[in-house]
C-alpha cells in the first residue's frame, strides 16, 4: 500500500492551500483516508477524516477552515486548507488503516509527510 502526499508549501497567514494524498483504485474505493500532522516539538494529532462514501469529521482546531474531500476519477483524497493560521505549521500525513479479518489483521499506513509553513 503506498500513499503519496503532495501540495505542501509556504504561505501567509490568511492563505490557502491544498493537499493531495494518492493511493491505487483499491486502498482508495475500500477504506477511509486520513489526514494528520505533526508539529516541531509536538505529538502527531489527527486533522480529519473521511469515509468511504464520503463522512468526513474534523479537529475542533481545523473546523470551519479545512474542507477534506474525495476525487474518486483520481484515487485522490484533497484538504483544502483555507484561512491558514501560522500554529498549522507542521508536516501533514495522509494515512490509511487497511482492515483484515478482524482487528489484529488491521494495518496502517502512511504517506510521506508533505511541510506547510504558515508565516505570520
Known amino acids: 500500500v503506498q500513499l503519496q502526499a503532495s501540495g505542501g508549501g509556504m504561505v501567509q497567514a490568511g492563505g490557502s492551500l491544498t493537499l493531495s494524498c494518492t493511493t491505487s483504485?483499491?486502498?482508495?474505493?475500500?477504506?477511509?483516508i486520513d489526514w494528520y500532522r505533526q508539529a516541531p516539538g509536538k505529538e502527531r494529532e489527527l486533522v480529519g477524516s473521511?469515509?468511504?462514501?464520503?463522512?468526513?469529521n474534523y479537529a475542533d482546531s481545523v473546523k470551519g477552515r479545512f474542507t477534506i474531500s474525495r476525487d474518486n476519477a483520481k484515487s485522490t483524497v484533497n484538504l483544502q486548507m483555507n484561512s491558514l493560521e501560522p500554529e498549522d505549521t507542521a508536516v501533514y500525513y495522509c494515512?490509511?488503516?487497511?482492515?483484515?479479518?478482524?482487528?489484529?489483521?488491521?494495518?496502517?499506513?502512511w504517506g510521506k509527510g508533505t511541510q506547510v509553513t504558515v508565516s505570520s
Open positions: 483504485r483499491s486502498v482508495f474505493s475500500d477504506n477511509g
Open positions: 473521511i469515509s468511504r462514501a464520503g463522512y468526513t
Open positions: 494515512h490509511v488503516r487497511v482492515h483484515g479479518l478482524s482487528s489484529k489483521y488491521d494495518r496502517d499506513y
